[in-house]
């Protein structure tokens, strides 16, 4: 059973950045995609951005040009870089992965505050 784990959540104030981490312990096949996701207070859960397996990578519109997705395979492990932070951002991220368009596998999830 593959296990997801996130880590790099925090406080930050608007403009700033963090980088969240998510390790995937247990057997993951080499077609594995990765997903970050979140859901913000009163909110449905929102796709954020994923990484196919071959490295192309998605992201929603409000976050492109300020967020970064990358894995390390060696390490079984994905990022999602976070810059220019705004109060909006604000949510527990989860990772997720999974193959073929699903995701089977969810992290319990970080919290992310952008707050002044």
């Known amino acids: 059973q593959v296990q997801l784990v996130e880590s790099g959540g925090g406080l930050v104030q608007p403009g700033g950045s963090l980088r969240l981490s998510c390790a995937a312990s247990g057997r993951t096949s080499s077609t594995y995609n990765m997903a970050w996701f979140r859901r913000a207070p009163g909110k449905e859960r929102e796709f954020v951005a994923d990484?196919?397996?071959?490295?192309?990578?998605y992201y929603t519109n409000s976050v492109k040009g300020r967020f970064t997705i990358s894995r390390d395979n060696a390490k079984n492990t994905v990022y999602l870089q976070m810059n220019d932070l705004k109060p909006e951002d604000t949510a527990v991220y989860y990772c997720?992965?999974?193959?073929?368009?699903?995701?089977?596998?969810w992290g319990q999830g970080t919290q992310v505050t952008v707050s002044s």
């Open positions: 990484i196919r397996w071959n490295g192309y990578t």
């Open positions: 997720a992965g999974g193959e073929a368009g699903t995701y089977d596998h």
